[in-house]
C-alpha cells in the first residue's frame, strides 16, 4: 500500500498553484515562502514528479502540476466544506460571488432573483476584489479576464456605452452644443486601460467636438457615474445594461443614438476546479440567460 502525502504538503501546493506564488502562497498560509517551497519540494520527492518550473522568482506549473492542481483544489474544497457542514450541523452549501458594487447594484442583483428562487444555495455577493481561497470566493464577475490567467473563464454578455443625462437637463441641445464643465469623466484606476472615455466615444459617434477630462466632472466608477447623471450634475458615459431601469423609468435620457461597443465582455473568473461544481455551472447558465434576454 502506498503512503499517503503529507496533508500539509498537498496544501501548500495547492495555495501556490493558485498564486503561482510562493510569497502569496506563504502569505495565505501564515508561513515563509521558503517553508512554502520546503513542503512543495516534499510532496515533488513523495510522488517522483516536477510540480512546478522554477524562473527566478516566478513558478510555472508542469504538465503533472497542471494535471493534478484541479483535482486536488477540488478535493481540499470538498473537505473545508465539510468541516463546515459537520460544525455547523445541516448548513446549506456556500456560494460567494466577488464583484464590483456597481455590476452588483445594476445588474447582478435582478439576474440572481431567479435563481436564488430554487433555494439549496447560501448565496454571498461581497465586494471585489475577494480572493479564491478556500474561505472566499468562488466566483468573480468582473470586466475582461486579463488578470486571471490559469483560471477558467466564461463570459456573460458584451456590453455597450452609452450617454445619458436627467431629462429636461439640457433642453434642446445635442452633445456638440454642450459646455466642457457638462461632461461627466469616469475612471476606473490605474488598474483599468479601458473605461468609458468621451475622446474615444465622441470619435466613434462622429461628433465634431472634445471633451476636456480636466473640466466637467470625474468620478471612480460606473455607478457613480449614473448617480451623478441622475442628479442633474452632466451627462455621462455609461453601460447600456446599467441604465435600463432608469431609461425605462425616465429618470434618465440617452443624449444621442450612437452606442459604443466596449472592447472586452464582462466575465465570470473561477478556478479551474470551481468549474465543475454543478450549482455553480447552473449559477453561469443562469446568469447567461438572463444577460441574454436583457
Known amino acids: 500500500m502506498h503512503s499517503q502525502p503529507p496533508l500539509n504538503a498537498l496544501r501548500a501546493f495547492e495555495v501556490a498553484a493558485r498564486h503561482l506564488s510562493f510569497v502569496q502562497a506563504g502569505k495565505e498560509l501564515g508561513v515563509t515562502s521558503a517553508a512554502v517551497s520546503q513542503q512543495v519540494r516534499n510532496l515533488e520527492d513523495h510522488v517522483g514528479k516536477r510540480l512546478f518550473i522554477r524562473q527566478g522568482n516566478q513558478i ?4 503533472a502540476g497542471r494535471e493534478i492542481y484541479p483535482r486536488l ?3 481540499l474544497g470538498e473537505m473545508a466544506a465539510l468541516t463546515e457542514q459537520l460544525r455547523d450541523g445541516a448548513a446549506r452549501p456556500r456560494l460567494v460571488i466577488s464583484v464590483l458594487p456597481s455590476v452588483a447594484d ?3 442583483a435582478p439576474a440572481l432573483r431567479g435563481f436564488v428562487s430554487r433555494g439549496g444555495l447560501d448565496i454571498r455577493v461581497e465586494d471585489d476584489p475577494v480572493g479564491f481561497g478556500r ?10 479576464s486579463t488578470y486571471y490567467s490559469g483560471q477558467h473563464v466564461e463570459e456573460l454578455f458584451a456590453e455597450v456605452i452609452v450617454p445619458v443625462a436627467a431629462p429636461g437637463v439640457f433642453p434642446g441641445l445635442s452633445i456638440e452644443d454642450l459646455d466642457e464643465a457638462d ?3 469616469t475612471h476606473w484606476g490605474r488598474n483599468y486601460v479601458t473605461q468609458p472615455s468621451w475622446t474615444n466615444f465622441l470619435a466613434h459617434a462622429g461628433l465634431g467636438r472634445t471633451a476636456d477630462p480636466a473640466r466637467g466632472t470625474r468620478v471612480g466608477q460606473s455607478g457613480l457615474a449614473l448617480a451623478t447623471a441622475r442628479a442633474g450634475l452632466g451627462v455621462a458615459l455609461v453601460q447600456r445594461r446599467m441604465a435600463l431601469a432608469d431609461l425605462a423609468a425616465g429618470t434618465l435620457e440617452l ?5 459604443m461597443p466596449m472592447p472586452m465582455p464582462y466575465v465570470a473568473v473561477l478556478p479551474p476546479a470551481r468549474a465543475r461544481r454543478a450549482d455553480i455551472r447552473a449559477l453561469i447558465l443562469h446568469l447567461k440567460e438572463r444577460a441574454a434576454a436583457a
Open 255 to 259: 443624449m444621442d443614438p450612437a452606442q
Open 60 to 63: 510555472v506549473l508542469t504538465d
Open 183 to 185: 461632461f461627466i469623466h
Open 73 to 75: 483544489e477540488q478535493a
Open 135 to 144: 474561505e472566499g470566493a468562488d466566483i468573480r464577475i468582473t470586466y475582461g
Open 106 to 108: 445594476h445588474w447582478l
